[in-house]
């Protein structure tokens, strides 16, 4: 499948992931992102989003968030 998020399809399908994926997690739950050491806070009554931490900028998830009309709060 392609995640590539410079192609219309690529993006797309990110962006279809991370919603199974957020839809799955309760209220404050924590998905850790070990490539980066990136944590991010989910909340869904809200579709807001914490991210803290990371060695790494994660500018593909920032996109596919924003993309899902998420908000982003980094600290």
């Given amino acids: 499948m392609n995640y590539d998020i410079e192609t219309k399809e690529g993006l797309a399908n990110s962006v279809a992931w991370t919603e199974k994926l ?11 992102i070990p490539r980066s050491e990136t944590i991010v806070r989910v909340y869904p009554s809200k ?20 993309a899902m009309g998420w908000t982003i709060v980094k600290k």
């Fill in 22 to 32: 957020f839809a799955f997690m309760g209220e404050g739950a924590v998905w850790g």
């Fill in 47 to 66: 579709k807001e989003v914490v991210i803290t931490g990371g060695v790494m900028p994660e500018e593909s998830l920032t996109r596919v968030i924003e």
